[in-house]
């Protein structure tokens, strides 16, 4: 099992910035992708970004394209997003996610240890 942490969350004015980490531990090196998802008030849970832990492949979903940058530092166990050019409907509670899968997949059933999540919001 792996344990994540997300840290980073807060209040920003649309147009700012800010940058999410995730903290992993556990049985990480059998962890192939990190992901982050994220869930606004009445809505489901959504993927916004994954990477590869190799770091030879990333992927964005086209609402944060050109906008938000993940990364990850091996050699930490962390994975950030960082995130620019925000809007309002960026607002929700970001999770970070890791599956044992090769590939990285949208969808939340790929990924099989979450974190408990960090609010982001953005204020017009």
């Known amino acids: 099992q792996v344990q994540l942490v997300e840290s980073g969350g807060g209040l920003v004015q649309a147009g700012g910035s800010l940058s999410l980490s995730c903290a992993a531990s556990g049985r990480t090196f059998s962890r192939y992708v990190m992901g982050w998802f994220r869930q606004a008030p009445g809505k489901e849970r959504e993927f916004v970004a994954g990477?590869?832990?190799?770091?030879?492949?990333?992927l964005y979903a086209d609402s944060v394209k050109g906008r938000f940058t993940i990364s990850r530092d091996s050699a930490k166990n962390t994975v950030t997003l960082q995130m620019s050019r925000l809007k309002p409907e960026d607002t929700a509670v970001y999770h970070c996610a890791a599956s044992a899968v090769m590939e990285i997949f949208t969808s939340t059933a790929a990924y099989d240890s979450w974190g408990q999540g960090t609010q982001v919001t953005v204020s017009s």
């Open positions: 990477i590869r832990w190799s770091g030879d492949r990333t």
